[in-house]
């Protein structure tokens, strides 16, 4: 697996989020070298590489693949565009590290998924806010029970999109983004509460779902709620919208000890953590003792990815664990298309919403 050499690695899409990919990749040089940059606008190609040593711009994903024969491929291109794109990548030998959404559906993630080959090439998806060293470290103490039993939680991605930002012809588009904000922005901090609860409370057991579309004139919902039960018996809320000017990302938790919350925007250091013991735990430095402060970033979330191409294994944030909050994501959407509460594992080939996040009538889905 390349043991002891720089991985060849190639950025495809070279819009605004590529330029953390290659933030990422520019900070490990002593790990990888940053080939190739693939854009069906040659200008885009072009100036994401003139940011680097010596990249050469492609304007087709094939051409790139067959020249330069990367390692590992980032793809930072449209959701509908992920699944060809990854079975391509994999078929060629590359690994994938590919933006959220990871694909429209539940059936594209599997599809992609069956295109692995046991060893590598894999693919993973790039949950960066699992990343701060403070979310490892919550994780930890809720795995221990230091905290006692995960009781409430609350997570909001309440965030602000304008009519420019749904100008972009796939944004808002069941086809092409595969859903709204559930899909497209709350994602992140629901898989960051999933990832954190599956260490305390089990995985989520049942979601009870409203979706509305306000203010945007598109196909998919501007703002989602639901309501959360974990195996445990914990329940949790969930918020996610595009209309709210006071911008906000917040994950809360109360345990039975203590209740920590975190409040940032677009990512996190140990500052944007608050943790309140409760008056019965007395005084406790439990939430202190963190050997170091690493902020969420691509950057972070690269590195378990780069150990496991190393050792040959398949990287966090893919597989079942990547799956785990599109899951969760498609059950939101067919709770509120269907007014009942879903289950985890409902869901599956012959569903609707298995195929779709749309179900079976896009505008069924959304009320307006």
């Not at 409760?278 to 406790?284: I, Q, R």
Request: one cysteine or more; a negative charge.
């Amino acid at each position: 697996m390349a043991q002891g050499k720089r991985l060849r690695v190639a950025v495809v899409g070279a819009g605004a989020i590529a330029d953390s990919h290659r933030t990422a990749y520019l900070a490990h040089p002593d790990e990888v070298d940053l080939i190739a940059a693939v854009d069906v606008d040659e200008a885009r190609a072009v100036a994401f590489c003139a940011a680097t040593e010596h990249a050469r711009p492609y304007r087709d994903l094939g051409a790139m693949l067959a020249e330069q024969q990367p390692h590992l491929v980032s793809l930072c291109t449209p959701p509908g565009l992920h699944v060809e794109q990854t079975k391509v990548a994999l078929q060629s030998g590359a690994w994938v590290w590919c933006e959220k959404p990871p694909c429209r559906s539940l059936a594209e993630y599997d599809e992609m998924v069956a295109a692995e080959t046991a060893g590598g090439p894999y693919v993973s998806f790039v949950y960066q806010q699992r990343s701060g060293s403070s979310a490892a470290h919550f994780r930890d103490l809720l795995a221990k029970g230091e905290l006692g039993r995960p009781l409430i939680a609350h997570c909001q991605t309440t965030w602000y999109r304008d009519a420019a930002y749904y100008a972009v012809p796939w944004r808002g588009r069941w086809d092409t983004e595969g859903g709204g904000p559930a899909m497209g922005h709350g994602i992140h901090q629901m898989d960051l509460l999933l990832h954190l609860l599956a260490a305390g409370a089990g995985e989520w057991a049942e979601v009870r779902a409203m979706t509305a579309r306000l203010v945007h004139d598109v196909e998919t919902e501007d703002v989602s709620t639901a309501l959360v039960r974990f195996e445990s018996g914990a329940l949790a809320t969930v918020v996610n919208s595009v209309l709210s000017p006071d911008e906000v990302s917040r994950i809360r938790i109360d345990c039975e000890r203590a209740t920590v919350e975190l409040t940032h925007l677009y990512g996190y250091a140990a500052e944007n953590w608050r943790y309140t013991p409760a008056p019965s735990a007395g005084d406790t430095t439990t939430w202190d003792q963190q050997a170091e402060d690493v902020a969420s970033s691509h950057t972070a979330a690269l590195k378990p990815v780069l150990a496991a191409f190393r050792e040959g294994r398949r990287p966090p944030c893919g597989g079942d664990d990547g799956r785990r909050v599109l899951e969760f994501v498609a059950a939101l959407y067919k709770s509120a298309a269907t007014g009942q509460g879903v289950r985890r594992g409902e869901i599956g080939p012959g569903d609707a919403f298995y195929s779709s996040m749309a179900g079976t009538s896009a505008a069924a889905q959304v009320r307006p």
